[in-house]
């Protein structure tokens, strides 16, 4: 839960569904800085100059500092050698978006800062105020109700897609 909810909040709603689409900068490639026809516009400053899939905040800096959600269910003796190599794989992945024109540093920094907000509340929701649901007990319960719900209905629509296909090849032979 704590795992695929960061990445549905973080990388996908917060930033790349909210920020990256209402914001509004263009790509430093787009700018009369670096040889585009759109004005450099502030990190703070919201704009129309940009329709959909905008410079802030960086969605692949999201996404790659979003990998040390590890780091926070990693067994404790692995989580400093675990959070150095990840920490290069998002220094190398977010440089590259920059050196390539694709991301301000200010959208890379700032979409770090807010998938790392995302990922500590998330952790901090679940694992030191745990609600109700998320308790293990509670979450084994739903989960054998989830199972048992879907294997009835997997089992049922596999029936009668066994019965469809032999009654319509029946028709060729």
Partial sequence: IFVVSTLILGPG????????N?????????????GGDLPFIGVWQPTN?????CSFVSGEGSASIWLFVLVFIAPKTW????????GALVFFLSANRVAFGGHFF???????GITMLVIV???HYLYQRTPTWAQPANL???FTKG?????????????WCARSSKSFLRKFK
């Fill in 106 to 112: 200010s959208d890379t920094l700032l979409s770090w």
């Fill in 79 to 86: 989580r400093i050698p675990l959070a150095t190599a990840i």
């Fill in 147 to 159: 199972g048992n719900w879907l294997r009835a209905k997997l089992g049922r629509a596999a029936c």
């Fill in 49 to 53: 100059h940009c329709d959909s899939n």
């Fill in 121 to 123: 509340g998330v952790y």
């Fill in 13 to 20: 709603l917060v930033v790349n569904a909210f920020f990256k």
């Fill in 140 to 142: 084994d319960t739903s």
């Fill in 22 to 34: 209402l914001w509004g900068r263009p790509r430093p490639r787009q700018t009369e800085i670096f």
